[in-house]
């Protein structure tokens, strides 16, 4: 277990925010895991638990402890017929594993290709992308409770996963900490290209093998979202609006061409990223806070914006879109800070 004392959380945020942490915790393995949340530990509350820091918004320093995962690792379990069982352990960055997977031609993980983060934070939030979740592909998830330290396995639908939610972001939030993720992938093809981009990029009769999946997100991802090594970000700050049919064909008889989905629950989904354009907001920056010029739906910091400037843009623009639109805009970021 590595300590770090009042340090800076820069480079455990893919924003790039320089605030400070009263501690940094980093552990690697299950046992220190146990150790960490054994009855009676006297870390200083709160504690956070972070996996790479891709989908944090900080407004100030933190007044408690960060818990960093290190734990590494996959595994094959078992395989039956086409069907192969991994296992992936939480601290794993999640891209690293979907290389692992499409190598080994397995598919299952490949519509999911480049997305920042770890394993045991793209099962936390159910990530997305091209079609697919990762929720369609986990069978169980390892935790180890916040409160003792012992061992719970959750099955899929114990998750209770929803777009970009789970139990463990919801009614038990703070509770466990995810140490291993299950998932059941395909030796067979399964191929997922239902989102128009994605057929659109690959060729006609291409070879079915996952890894020209995977390429073909890498470039779509790479044309429109940026590298946060490059330029901090947090990928999708907003998430899509989901809406009653009825109410979205209020909005869609008035905007005809804001782009719309239909989800399997009949409810409709409408693009924040149009959304946010039409008020003008795409490109613009606020000193160093800023909306990326080819994804409105991404905010930015452009060298030293402060987590409140970018908080007080998202603000403004969610203000415009409801002056607009009568649509309340949530984020899909987590805010950290007094609000
Ligand atoms: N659009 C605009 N303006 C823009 C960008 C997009 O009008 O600046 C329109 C596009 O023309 C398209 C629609 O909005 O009709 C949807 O755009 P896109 O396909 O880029 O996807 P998105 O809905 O904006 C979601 C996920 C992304 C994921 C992509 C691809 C959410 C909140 N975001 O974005 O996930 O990569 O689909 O599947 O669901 C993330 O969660 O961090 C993330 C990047």
């Not at 989908?55 to 320093?61: H, K, Q």
């Not at 899929?156 to 929803?162: A, L, N």
């Not at 038990?172 to 059941?184: D, S």
Request: hydrophobic share 40%; charged share 25%; proline share 3%.
């Amino acid at each position: 277990m590595w300590i770090y004392r009042n340090t800076s959380l820069r480079n455990y945020n893919t924003l790039g925010l320089d605030y400070l942490t009263d501690y940094l915790v980093k552990i690697r393995t299950e046992k220190e895991a146990f150790e960490f949340f054994r009855k009676g530990n006297t870390w200083k509350k709160p504690v956070k638990i972070i996996g790479q820091g891709s989908n944090i918004l900080f407004t100030e320093d933190y007044k408690g402890t960060i818990l960093c995962i290190g734990l590494g690792g996959i595994r094959k379990e078992k395989v039956k017929g086409n069907e192969v069982i991994i296992s992936a352990a939480a601290g794993v960055l999640w891209d690293k594993l979907v290389e692992w997977t499409v190598s080994r031609g397995l598919w299952g993980l490949e519509n999911l290709s480049l997305i920042p983060g770890q394993t045991g934070a793209a099962a936390v939030q159910n990530i997305g992308a091209y079609g697919a979740e990762v929720k369609d592909s986990i069978i169980k998830i390892k935790t180890v409770s916040a409160i003792d330290g012992s061992i719970k396995y959750f099955d899929r639908d114990e998750c209770r996963f929803g777009y970009r939610k789970s139990i463990f972001k919801t009614s038990e939030k703070g509770k466990y900490l995810v140490t291993r993720v299950y998932f059941r992938l395909s030796a067979e093809p399964v191929m997922r290209l239902e989102y128009g981009s994605l057929r659109n990029e690959l060729k006609k009769g291409f070879k079915p093998d996952p890894s020209i999946v995977r390429e073909a997100v890498i470039r779509i991802r790479r044309n429109k979202l940026p590298d946060h090594e490059l330029i901090g970000n947090a990928g999708s700050f907003f998430k899509n609006p989901v809406l009653k049919s009825a109410e979205a064909a209020i909005i869609k008889k008035k905007f005809p061409d804001l782009p719309c989905y239909t989800e399997p629950t009949g409810d409709i989904k409408l693009a924040a990223a149009w959304l946010i354009e039409q008020t003008g907001w795409k490109g613009k920056r606020l000193g160093d806070a800023g909306v990326y010029d080819k994804q409105a739906l991404v905010l930015v910091n452009h060298g030293n914006a402060s987590g409140q400037q970018i908080f007080d843009l998202s603000e403004m623009i969610r203000k415009s879109v409801y002056e607009k639109f009568g649509i309340r805009l949530q984020r899909e970021v987590e805010v950290v800070g007094l609000h």
